[in-house]
């Protein structure tokens, strides 16, 4: 893989994703092609089998609602049957179902997809906006996940860079990558507090900021709560009353639930700037006597903040227990910098103000500030800029299952990554030739209340007496907040490593896979915007032509040097539209060549004229 040419930060979104890199030390969003700055997370397949994402796939959304989908970020790395997923599975209009490893997958068409699928679509989105704007490929990216994923999310998360593929140079913290932001070429030293709700995650970190040092002190979340949960409530208000009225379910129409949802984001964003908002979806049902319904309501700010008073709260809690456990008042805060889109609700505002005492800062772009981070944060990586250090902490208490289902914690949550911890497991039982390790991940004491990562077995040891085999075990996560595992058998120094994949992922040959095709379609997508670039300059050139020719004919009059110029521009002008009409790359090349030419011996004729 490249290790030259841009570097790119993604951050890829539960609603929208955003690319940016540093270019001659400033770093910059990059916008796609209808020019925003945010790209819709957002894939489907259409009738004919072709890939949407991004807008032209939110513009289909509501008439192809079964294969569009939105917010897989809230699925990836999750297993099958977690309360998460059943959530997903009773309020979304495409198929979820059981892949082959106790993991998520998703049937579009008539084909079934992995989540790391899915959302290396979107980063390709994002790849191709960089490449059409630097005018070369673009092979590494730092990509932003919420401080509060797990292993198995951020492990996923990184196969899906793979098999974009990417090179995938780090993977970072949300939050942390909107402090990058806030702190790139400024001269602070600063605590400050990044309250990040965007539309699946919440995410808190708390850091101290210093001499282009970036220090997390203690990092909270909840991968669950965002604005889609915001918007299920409106759904859920705007469900009963129609159902008041006409006794119908819409959400039993995938259409219908489709339309429901648009309505009720825009309800909830108009809801930021005015005090009242209008419902109005009309023709949303058919009674079964064939008499169409319509739904019209009106919705107030107060009534919204009703609906959601208790998510807010949610998040409120979430800042006391970090900041606890960081030690520090809310009063010393010096910032709280707001990202996500959530944060424009005054609702939320209004809270965080409550909380910390203070105004939130606005120095950052609530939808900007991770994308630039991460390139920040790649540039670094790639010494195209000033070193900065970033020390982050890992979120979630790492450690192993012991007897009686107990939780034995080896790394602690808000300890600096990358850590490394070891452990001396000794043989309980005489002749004992192996042992089993249980690798977890979570906030309970029980065992089987946190996340499995993985198991293993270490066999092989020296059959001996209880207690006379030591077989330590070392865990190391990585600065992606990833975790491995080796083990050394303490008497013959032999030591393995162990990877600790937890059952739910994509194996290596799925993921090769889905590389392969991958290539292909990217070769394609390049290959398609090449295309339309030609075309649309073709038809420029093609229009300069034809608002030159009056000007030609004036110049030259009844001339036969102007006939045959005349006449030669017809033609070129023959073969450029035939070009446009159905003509290969070549054919857009040859004709754009004859066009320039013609268009340069008018500029003459005219300028001698
Ligand atoms: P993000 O994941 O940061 O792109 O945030 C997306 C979420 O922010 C979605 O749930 C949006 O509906 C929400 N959002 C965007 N703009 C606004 C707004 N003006 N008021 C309330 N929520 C908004």
């Known amino acids: 893989m490249s290790d030259t040419g841009p570097v790119i930060g993604i951050d890829l979104g539960t609603t929208n994703s955003c690319v940016a890199a540093v270019e001659g030390g400033s770093p910059k969003v990059i916008p796609n092609k209808g020019g925003y700055k945010t790209t819709p997370s957002i894939v489907a397949i259409t009738e004919s089998g072709k890939r949407l994402v991004g807008q032209m796939a939110k513009r289909q959304a509501i008439t192809n609602a079964k294969n569009t989908v939105f917010g897989a970020k809230r699925l990836i790395g999750r297993t099958w049957g977690s309360p ?75 196969d899906a860079g793979r098999i974009a593929g990417l090179d995938v140079l780090r993977i970072i913290n949300e939050p942390t990558a909107a402090a990058l932001a806030y702190g790139y070429g400024r001269e602070i030293n600063a605590t400050v507090v990044v309250y990040d709700l965007g539309g699946g995650t919440f995410d808190i970190s708390c850091m101290e900021i210093g001499d282009d040092v970036f220090d997390v002190i203690s990092t909270a979340g909840d991968t669950f709560l965002g604005g889609e949960d915001f918007d299920a409530r409106i759904i859920e208000w705007l469900a009963f009353k129609f159902a008041e009225k006409h006794q119908v379910d819409l959400r039993d129409n995938e259409m219908a639930l489709q339309r429901l949802k648009d309505a009720a984001e825009k309800a909830k964003c108009d809801l930021s700037s005015s005090m009242k908002t209008e419902i109005n979806l009309p023709f949303i049902w058919t009674s079964d006597d064939g008499e169409a319904l319509h739904l019209q309501v009106e919705f107030g700010r107060e009534e919204l903040e009703g609906l959601v008073v208790d998510l807010v709260e949610r ?37 965080v103000k409550e909380y910390f005492g203070k105004s939130p800062s606005k120095a950052v772009h609530p939808d900007e500030a991770v994308a630039v981070g991460a390139a920040i944060q790649g540039a670094a990586l790639t010494k195209d800029t000033n070193d900065i250090l970033l ?35 000794t043989t309980a039982r005489d002749n004992q030739t192996s042992i089993k390790v249980v690798v977890l991940q979570g906030e309970s004491d029980r065992a089987d209340e946190n996340e499995l990562l993985g198991e293993f077995t270490l066999t092989g040891l020296r059959p001996a007496p209880a207690g006379a085999i030591d077989v330590e075990i070392t865990f190391d996560i990585s600065a992606d907040g990833i975790t491995n595992v080796s083990a050394k058998d303490m008497e013959t120094g032999v030591e ?58 004036v110049a030259m009059g009844n001339s036969t040097l102007g006939a045959n110029a005349l006449e030669r521009a017809r033609v070129a002008m023959k073969n450029a539209s035939d070009a446009l009409d159905s003509g290969s790359k070549d054919d857009l090349e040859t004709a754009g060549d004859a066009l320039r030419r013609t268009l340069a011996v008018f500029k003459g004729i005219v300028e001698r004229s």
């Not at 989540?115 to 005018?135: D, H, K, N, W």
């Not at 295309?531 to 009056?550: A, H, N, S, Y």
């Open 84 to 158: 998460q997923v059943i959530h997903c599975m009773e309020t979304s209009p495409y198929t979820i179902q059981e892949g082959p490893h106790n993991d998520v997958r998703i049937k579009l068409g008539d084909k079934v997809y992995s989540l790391p699928e899915i959302a290396s679509m979107i980063l390709t989105e994002q790849r191709l906006v960089a490449e059409e704007y630097f005018g070369q490929e673009v092979h590494r990216a730092v990509i932003t996940v919420p401080a509060y994923f797990n292993d198995g999310q951020r492990q996923a998360t990184k």
């Open 315 to 351: 998040t409120i809690r979430i800042c006391e227990v970090t900041l606890g456990e960081a030690g520090i008042e809310p009063s010393a805060i010096d910032d709280v910098i707001l990202v996500g889109g959530m944060t424009r609700m005054p609702m939320v505002q209004r809270a």
């Open 391 to 425: 020390l982050d902490v890992t979120p979630l208490d790492l450690g192993i299952a012991v007897h009686g289902g107990g939780f034995n914690v080896l790394i602690e949550r808000n300890t600096t990554i990358p850590a490394s911890e070891s452990h001396v497991f």
């Open 496 to 553: 393995r490593r162990i990877v600790v994949t937890a059952s739910s992922q994509l194996t290596e040959d799925e993921i090769g896979d889905m590389m392969a095709e991958h290539q292909d379609y990217l070769a394609e997508a390049r290959h398609d915007d090449v295309f339309e670039e030609k075309k649309v300059e073709l038809g420029r050139t093609l229009r300069d032509v034809e608002r030159m020719i009056p000007e030609v004919q």
